[in-house]
């Protein structure tokens, strides 16, 4: 058999694969009184009653395949094993035309395959299945389902289950609304007297502004009455709460040298109730110098926190990184020191230094002084050297370290320059949980420790 358009069929050729008188069959169907195959089509030579040629779909492998027809003028050979005598090349019986020329087959148009899909019940019929009323007799069953089961609701293999985690939009939001406290109500507790705490350590770099000013905002947005005196010349806790530190301001540098009130120098922070914050300018470099003849140098400042009229929860005084006379009023004026360190080896060498310089002012200044809290900052859990450090500070330190810790967080460095602390900023990352857990842990430590209060 080849391949010329045309079928070499023996059953329409004569003895010996000699062509019929008729000659061969093509393949293209055509119609009686239609051109043959090759001839071009004309219009005016078609019968008036025929449609032009419609090719049918095999519905299971797509191949397309003509509508079975036969010439008018081929004879039918008789096919020798049909009692019967039928035909051999005679065309299966085709049921008749829907339309009204009996003479026109009816064309065929493929029909998408119908798929039977379980109706799930909608929301107004849930509440009908679950007080036991019926459902209509045209739902069918869920396939794997008991009659008790689809009695009642049809559930979706699709449909979460509770012990599935929440996405990690959602987990990010609610840890935002739980930050922000927008309700306003006092979710951490309160302490019975001030307690005043003082962020230092000798070594810059380690996060004590930072530290000073998101403790500070977490604990306002949660009930508690926060003051922060800001005893960096370099004014950078001014600019995390957003209060003008500019020259000219009224700042610490006037209560420490010229005795001016404190609540002369104090500014609300915007947007944060029950937070108020003392500015520090330039002009507080100069401070270590002109106080080295003042009376009484080392308890300036503890007399103008102690002069305050109003009443607050928490006092955080942000020491500058050195051991002059500023820091040394700062340990004066507080009862507990916190302590950020750095998960390095640079913050562990100084911290010797800073606990003698401690010791010394517990002795001769403020015997009521001691160190209440370590929080590690900056860690880097992809590092061994972050975890060495840690393991160092806790056998050291005990029960004084804060089991938060203060990962190494893109959105604690931007949020200073919005003006924001990283609560408001970016409440949702995990710097602002961080600092969130180590301010709750401390409000839970004041509650149970009421040793280290001050009138």
Not at 36 to 48: I, L, M, Q, Y
Not at 174 to 202: D, F, H, K
Request: hydrophobic letters at 35%; one cysteine or more; proline letters at 11%.
């Amino acid at each position: 058999m080849h391949d010329d358009g045309r079928y070499d069929d023996r059953r329409v050729t004569g003895p010996g694969g000699q062509p019929s008188a008729t000659g061969p069959v093509s393949r293209e169907t055509t119609y009686q009184g239609w051109p043959a195959s090759g001839e071009p089509d004309d219009a005016s030579t078609r019968p008036p009653d025929c449609d032009p040629v419609v090719r049918r779909e095999t519905p299971s492998t797509g191949a397309v395949r003509p509508v079975s027809s036969v010439p008018a003028n081929v004879p039918l050979a008789r096919d020798p094993h049909d009692p019967n005598g039928g035909p051999l090349n005679a065309p299966a019986p085709r049921p008749a035309p829907a339309r009204g020329n009996a003479a026109v087959p009816a064309r065929y148009e493929p029909q998408p395959p119908v798929v039977a899909v379980p109706q799930q019940p909608t929301p107004e019929a849930a509440p009908d299945a679950a007080a036991g009323v019926a459902a209509p007799a045209d739902t069918p069953p869920a396939a794997g389902y008991d009659d008790a089961a689809t009695a009642s609701t049809y559930v979706s293999r699709e449909t979460p289950t509770r012990e599935e985690d929440d996405p990690p939009l959602a987990m990010e939001a609610m840890r935002a609304v739980q930050i922000l406290n927008p309700s306003g109500e006092v979710t951490m507790p309160r302490p019975e007297r001030t307690r005043v705490m003082c962020v230092a350590n000798q070594k810059g770099g380690v996060g004590k502004t930072t530290t000073t000013v998101n403790l500070a905002v977490a604990l306002a947005l949660h009930g508690n009455r926060v003051l922060v005196v800001d005893l960096d010349p370099q004014g950078n806790a001014s600019t995390g709460l957003n209060v003008p530190h500019h020259t000219g301001v009224p700042d610490v540098y006037d209560c420490l040298i010229d005795s001016v009130p404190l609540e002369e120098v104090a500014q609300a922070v915007e947007g944060i109730p029950n937070l108020w914050c003392v500015p520090a300018t330039i002009d507080l470099a100069g401070a270590e110098i002109e106080l080295v003849s003042v009376v009484a140098r080392e308890s300036r400042l503890a007399r103008a926190i102690a002069a305050y009229p109003g009443h607050f929860d928490y006092v955080f005084i942000d020491c500058p990184p050195s051991l002059g006379l500023l820091t040394v009023n700062a340990l004066v004026a507080a009862q507990e020191v916190l302590i950020p360190i750095q998960c390095e080896y640079y913050a562990l060498e100084g911290l010797n230094q800073l606990i003698q310089n401690i010791n010394l002012v517990r002795q001769h200044l403020n015997p009521k002084l001691e160190v209440s809290t370590i929080l590690l900052t900056m860690y880097d859990r992809r590092t061994r050297l972050a975890d060495a450090v840690e393991q160092d500070v806790r056998n050291h330190f005990g029960d004084k370290v804060l089991q938060a810790v203060i990962p190494r967080n893109v959105r604690v460095s931007e949020a200073p320059s919005y003006g924001q602390s990283v609560m408001t900023y970016d409440p949702g990352s995990r710097g602002a949980t961080s600092y969130f857990e180590a301010a709750q842990e401390i409000a839970e430590r004041g509650v149970m420790e009421p040793v280290s209060r001050n009138a």
